[in-house]
């Protein structure tokens, strides 16, 4: 093969790599997933997330769940309602964090408890503007039942 095609190659495929690490990259900061006790059938799992680029979730999926919905809590005449929200909107630059109490990924119809200390891998399924998706891989570490948001910044960082 000729060096100039070799070299063309070469430089077409840099610009692929570079063109598909730009689209929709978010990363994924202290992502962690409640604790169940016996025959609790649901469970969160929480984390942040910044996008580089306006961007937004469109679904999540565990193999530890046969349900897995982004879901939103607020406040409606002093009654906190619960709802699947189709998607979530991550502006560009701006941290959107799923906590408790906010909005969170709902994990339903357990297959079995979720333990402290053990590990629940997630697929976060992201869209860009232009429609593309990207899919994102990662292990959430399970916290006890009690456990609360960890302070931003702090905790293991997954999913970059």
């Not at 430089?11 to 006790?37: E, F, I, K």
């Not at 910044?50 to 607020?74: F, I, N, W, Y």
């Not at 899919?135 to 931003?152: I, K, N």
């Amino acid at each position: 093969m000729p060096i100039q095609t070799l070299a063309t190659r070469i430089t077409v495929a840099c610009a692929l790599l570079l063109a598909g690490a730009a689209q929709a990259q978010v990363q994924v900061q202290d992502a962690w997933v409640r604790a169940t006790v016996p025959q609790q059938k649901a469970t969160g799992a929480f984390m942040r997330l910044t996008a580089a680029q306006d961007t937004r979730l469109v679904s999540a999926s565990s193999p530890v769940a046969g349900v897995t919905e982004v879901h939103e809590m607020k406040l409606v005449d002093n009654v906190m309602q619960m709802r699947a929200v189709p998607t979530l909107d991550l502006p560009a630059g701006q941290a959107v964090d799923l906590k408790p109490g906010g909005y969170h990924i709902m994990l339903l119809d357990l297959k079995q408890p979720v333990a402290q200390g053990a590990s629940v891998p997630l697929t976060l399924v992201f869209e860009g503007k232009d429609g593309k998706r990207q899919t994102q891989e990662l292990q959430a570490p399970v916290r006890a039942l009690g456990a609360a948001a960890p302070a931003a910044g702090h905790g293991k960082h997954g999913g970059h």
